[in-house]
């Protein structure tokens, strides 16, 4: 999960900043401790001071799909923030099949000549 919030945030997400990621906390857009999960879809780099400044004070963060954040303001004002990165993953990949039901043998095509 590290590795994802990363190569999709880049950065810390609050708005106008831009810490790299190696200076950000991974934070709980809903807290842990009030229920959120610890899944990519509630998790988004924030910078030291801005992760402190979003438990501390009356700014609020809502992460809405694709990791894009939500930031309103004390005053009311609201600040959409998109992920920067171009590296986009699926939301809900398909399951792959376990290693021991995968075919390694190509099915057969009856109108093409066996190789050998």
């Given at each position: 999960?590290?590795?994802?919030?990363?190569?999709?945030?880049?950065?810390?997400?609050?708005?106008?900043?831009?810490?790299?990621a190696h200076r950000c906390d991974i934070d709980h857009t809903i807290a842990a401790t009030d229920g959120g999960p610890t899944t990519t879809t509630?998790?988004?780099?924030?910078?030291?001071?801005?992760?402190?400044?979003k438990h501390h004070s009356d700014w609020q963060l809502t992460q809405l799909p694709g990791g894009t954040l939500k930031w309103v303001s004390p005053t009311g004002r609201i600040t959409i923030d998109r992920p920067p990165s171009r590296v986009r993953?699926?939301?809900?990949?398909a399951p792959s099949k376990p290693r021991s039901e995968r075919s390694t043998v190509p099915p057969e095509d009856p109108d093409t000549p066996h190789p050998f």
């Amino acid at each position: 999960m590290q590795r994802r919030i990363t190569a999709r945030d880049l950065h810390c997400r609050a708005p106008a900043c831009r810490a790299p990621a190696h200076r950000c906390d991974i934070d709980h857009t809903i807290a842990a401790t009030d229920g959120g999960p610890t899944t990519t879809t509630n998790l988004a780099l924030l910078c030291r001071a801005h992760h402190s400044l979003k438990h501390h004070s009356d700014w609020q963060l809502t992460q809405l799909p694709g990791g894009t954040l939500k930031w309103v303001s004390p005053t009311g004002r609201i600040t959409i923030d998109r992920p920067p990165s171009r590296v986009r993953f699926s939301t809900d990949p398909a399951p792959s099949k376990p290693r021991s039901e995968r075919s390694t043998v190509p099915p057969e095509d009856p109108d093409t000549p066996h190789p050998f």
